[in-house]
Structure formats: C-alpha cells, structure tokens
C-alpha cells in the first residue's frame, strides 16, 4: 500500500470504520446506562430532577475554590489539557471541513495562531500530568496499562498535527495519513476505556444533579 | 537528418549559436540540480550525443501529454533537443501510417537492438485478452513486450503510463495497467503528470543522452530532480498556508488575495511535481498561480483519491450514514442489554425470600 493509498484509505474506509465504532459504542454506554434504571426513589422529591441535571453539567467544569485541596498542580494541567486539546480538535479551520463533510454545517475557525499555542498549551498539558503521574509514588502505584495507553492515544492525534503542520519527520502525506489514522485509533479506543468519558462524563454529572436536585439541594 | 550526425552537429545545422546550446546546457544542469560546474560537462556530453533511436508508442491515451510535449516549448532549444533524437515511431507525427509504419518499429528493433528508447504514453489494458486497444492487429500488451524486450530503457510519459491513469481509475474497465507491470527487465522512468511538463520531459531525455544513464529515481520511479518536492513546498501561496488563510470559495475575499487553496481542495501538500518552479506556458504560470487547486495528477490514483474540490482534511466517503446506522445500532443493543439487566434485577427481587427473625431461629 502506497503512502497515498493509504491517506486515502484513512480519509475513507477508516474514517467510516472507526466513527461507527465511536458512534456504536458511546450509543450503546449511554443507552445501556439509562435503560439499566435506578432503584425506585420513595424518599418524598424536595425539587425537580432535569434542571439540576443540566446545571450540574455545566457547573462541575467551572472551577471552584474547594477543589484545591491536592494541589493546584492537577487541575491546572488538566484544564490546560483539556482546554488545548478541545479548541484545537473543534476551532481548527481544517477540523471543521471533517466536521462539516460529517455533519453537514460548519462554524467559524479561530486563527492559526491560537490554534498553534492550543495546541502546544494541550501537548504541554498532557505531558505534565504523565510527568507527574511516573514521579509521584502514589499515582504511580494506582496507575495500570490503560493509563498509559489512553494517554498515548491521546497524545498522538496533536503530536502527529503539530508535527504536520511544522514538516517534522515524514513527508506531508504520510505525516497526515498518521495524524487521521492516530484520531480514529483514538476513536475506536474511547468507548472500551476510561475516555469513554469524553461522553459518560455527561450522563454522570446529569444523575448527580439530579439526585441532588431530588433532595432539593446543590450538588 | 542523417543519423549519424552529433546533437552538437545538427543543433549547429539548424542555426543554434553555441551561446544558445550553452544556454540550454546551463538550464538543463539547473533543472537536474546539478552544481554550475556540471554545465561544462553536459555541454561536452550533449556535443558529442548521438542520436538514439526513439519509438513512442501510445496505447490507451488521449494525446494529451503529445500535445504538451510538441507544443508548449515550440519553437525552443529544447524542442530542437526533441527534434535531435531520432523519433522513428509515433503515430501522430510520423507521415507513413499501415504496414510501413510498422515495419519502422520492427526495423529499428532489428537494427539497433539494446540501443533505442522506448517512449510510451497511456495504459496497457490486459483483461479479456487485452482486446480493448490493438494497433495493426497487434495487442498493446503484445507490442509493449516485444518493443521493449530489446529496448536500452523504457520511459513512461504521463500517469497513465506510469500508474494507470484515468483508463485504470475505478472499475478499471479494460484492466489498464502502468508500464511498470509489464516491463520488469528494463529501467523504467516514469515521468508522470496529466499531462506531464514537457521540460521535465525533454530533462529526462537530455540526462539520458548527456550521462547515458537514467537520473537518480524515487520510490514511484519518477526523476528526483523534478519530483523531489511537492507542490506545496515550492507554492509562493504556502505562507497563506502556515498563517491559516483560505479562500473558502473561488469567488470570496481569501480567493481575490491569492490565499491558500487548501480548503478548496488542492493535493499540493501530497503532490510531486515541478510545476510550481518549472511552470508551464513557457514560465508563464501554473495552475495554482491561476486560481485553482491542485489536482495531483502525477501521483498514482488520482482520479480515484477523492473529489478534486474537497479539502484533504474532509472525509473522503460518506460517514454520515455510518454514524446513523451506528446509532440506530448503538441505541437498540444497550437498550437491550440495559432491559435485560432491568428484568434480572426484578426476576431477582421477586424471586428474593425475606429471612425472617423465625429462620434465623432455626
């Protein structure tokens, strides 16, 4: 298979391969998770269960004062991550063409620039937490293969895009044939370990703001 | 013109001042990438060339690449170059047609085994018996293996020659095939392009004349010297490129500026070629410097590699219709599994026998 065979199929036949499985999956966690129902709630409602839910989800990826309480060092590495990673993947002028040959509409891309220094501030990120994760005992002790792999995963669709755009190592062809084949194996990875987060994290945050909303309180 | 005649000799014939032939030789050691001090040498080597016997055999072509061969540098030195080799067989320029015209391609075979080159311009069909093109009675496949067989080298002009082309792109009615499958015994050069640039044409020519040898080639058989580089890293719009311009559409402010044509769909990032330096229309521009994307012509499956107006960042098949049928998918298999669950927790509620103070007792 030729370098060009090979962007081609990653543009085609991959792409379609590993959105259905990442649709599938995801689908199927979120749906098994609210058809697998919650134990009857007898205890008399204090409030509604919906709005709380959507607050919730919206709230709990503010920061708040409370959460510091193991150090700054986590949090502002992941928000770094997720923040870099999140405008890279959705405001890059060349992410929407995929997003808009996917969904059918597009929206405005910020410019290169800031996309450059998102994308470095989310390498940066993930690097740190890695980093920290190998020197500290602790998180070294709890941390296990999916760990490591997941952050790989992750790790490889911004470096192969930021060596993309920067000629770094192989010709463009095969540099962007890696870059799309390094997100759809994060595709495919995602709904089978802890990233199914990127989706779960949602039904989650939803149950526990409903169920605080049950009981009339803030969650 | 007598074939015994040098390239020195006959350029002199026919009024090329040696300021002119100097000129070329300077030109030719440039686009080849070779240092000034080569021009000496590929002056002397060229002098002295003899002209080698030439047969240009088309097969499932549309004469295109001819066109730009015969026409775009006319009347130039390096048209004279062509001029200079002994083109003994090519349908459209020769006069003879029939049988004498066939008779010169086995003649020269006969005549100068191991020392003529081979040109050939289009696929090579091979299914059902490779009826889809015959010449005198006489398969391409058939003609391609005997011309060849006693050629010195074999030089593919244009991406059908070289990878199949338009005749191999899907379904690959006729089983087109490049050169390349069929000739395995000889050096192949592939100089591709739809069509290819006729300087490129003609270098290759000249390299092979002046040094006897065939250039340095890449992993698609295609001249280092003229596809070293892609489009993209020799685009005068590549900055727009590294600054995040586009034009979105051919008529929008980013395609009045001459921005970047990445969006619209170019395969400059992915395509080897010399347009941008060389140029076409004697210098005068390319298709880029015209407002239009590239379109990748001289890589393999071209025409098979998505639409030419979709940007190399969009997807390339349908999607969208995957994604629905894997949530329709998604959504029936864990409602399933997520009521299956549900049954078993009540099958097992129910089935559930409270221990009371009495049992413990026993």
Redesign the interface.
């Given at each position: 298979m030729?370098s060009?065979?090979l962007?081609?199929w990653a543009?085609?036949?991959g792409?379609?391969?590993s959105?259905?499985?990442?649709?599938?999956?995801?689908?199927?966690?979120?749906?098994?998770?609210?058809?697998?129902?919650r134990d009857k709630n007898l205890a008399e409602p204090r409030g509604t269960q919906f709005g709380p839910g959507m607050q919730t989800i919206v709230r709990r990826s503010f920061f708040h004062p409370g959460m510091n309480y193991r150090g700054y060092f986590t949090l502002i590495a992941g928000y770094a991550f997720h923040l870099g990673f999140l405008i890279t993947l959705f405001f890059f002028?060349?992410?929407i063409?995929?997003f808009?040959?996917?969904?059918?509409f597009g929206w405005p891309?910020l410019?290169?620039?800031v996309?450059e220094l998102s994308a470095v501030v989310g390498i940066a990120g993930l690097v740190a937490v890695m980093v920290h994760r190998i020197f500290d005992p602790v998180r070294r002790f709890l941390s296990d293969f999916q760990d490591y792999f997941t952050w790989l995963v992750t790790l490889l669709p911004l470096a192969t895009g930021y060596m993309l755009?920067h000629r770094i190592g192989l010709?463009?062809?095969e540099m962007?044939a890696l870059h799309i084949l390094s997100f759809e194996l994060l595709l495919v990875v995602a709904p089978f370990t802890k990233l199914s987060h990127m989706v779960t994290i949602f039904t989650s945050r939803w149950y526990n703001g409903a169920i605080a909303g049950y009981k009339g309180v803030q969650s | 013109m007598p074939k015994d005649l040098t390239l020195g000799e006959h350029l002199r014939r026919q009024g090329i001042s040696r300021r002119g032939f100097l000129k070329f030789c300077a030109a030719t050691a440039s686009m080849m990438a070779m240092p000034p001090g080569m021009i000496p040498v590929v002056a002397a080597a060229l002098e002295k060339a003899r002209r080698p016997s030439v047969v240009y055999l088309s097969f499932q072509e549309c004469t295109g690449c001819l066109e730009s061969l015969t026409r775009s540098h006319s009347p130039s030195v390096e048209g004279l170059i062509f001029d200079a080799i002994s083109l003994d067989y090519q349908h459209t320029l020769q006069a003879c047609a029939g049988h004498f015209a066939e008779h010169i391609r086995e003649e020269i075979i006969k005549q100068h085994p191991g020392e003529y080159l081979v040109l050939v311009d289009g696929s090579i069909p091979l299914k059902d018996g490779g009826q889809y093109s015959t010449i005198a009675g006489m398969t391409n496949l058939a003609i391609l293996e005997e011309t060849a067989a006693h050629a010195a080298a074999v030089i593919s002009i244009g991406t059908c020659a070289s990878f199949g082309g338009i005749p191999k792109a899907h379904p690959n009615p006729t089983g087109a095939v490049p050169v390349t499958d069929i000739v395995k015994n000889k050096p192949v050069i592939n100089v591709p392009g739809c069509p290819p640039i006729p300087t490129v044409i003609t270098g290759v020519l000249a390299h092979y004349l002046t040094f006897g040898t065939i250039p340095e080639l890449d992993d698609?058989g295609r001249p280092l010297a003229f596809y070293g580089d892609?489009i993209?890293d020799r685009c005068y719009r590549r900055p727009f490129y590294?600054?995040?311009?586009?034009a979105k559409t051919f008529d929008d402010e980013g395609a009045r500026k001459g921005w970047c044509l990445?969006?619209l769909g170019c395969k400059g990032?992915?395509t080897y070629n010399a347009c941008a330096t060389t140029k076409w229309n004697q210098g005068t521009s390319f298709p880029i410097e015209s407002g239009h994307p590239c379109l990748g012509c001289s890589?393999?499956?071209f025409w098979?590699?998505?639409s030419f107006y979709?940007?190399?960042?969009?997807?390339?098949?349908?999607?969208?219709k995957?994604?629905g049928?894997?949530?329709a998918?998604?959504?029936v298999?864990?409602?399933g599994?997520?009521?299956k669950?549900?049954r078993k927790?009540k099958e097992a509620a129910q089935a559930h026998d409270p221990v009371t103070v009495d049992d413990l007792k026993t």
């Open positions: 030729t060009v065979e962007l081609h543009r085609g036949p792409l379609q391969i959105v259905a499985i990442f649709v599938l999956g995801m689908v199927f966690r979120v749906a098994q998770n609210y058809f697998i129902g002028s060349q992410h063409d995929l808009r040959g996917i969904l059918g891309a410019p290169a620039s996309i755009i010709p463009f062809t962007l | 698609f892609t993209h590294d600054q995040g311009k586009f990445f969006e990032p992915t890589e393999p499956d098979d590699a998505g979709e940007a190399l960042s969009a997807p390339a098949a349908d999607v969208s995957w994604a049928a894997a949530i998918a998604g959504a298999a864990g409602a599994i997520g009521l669950s549900m927790r």
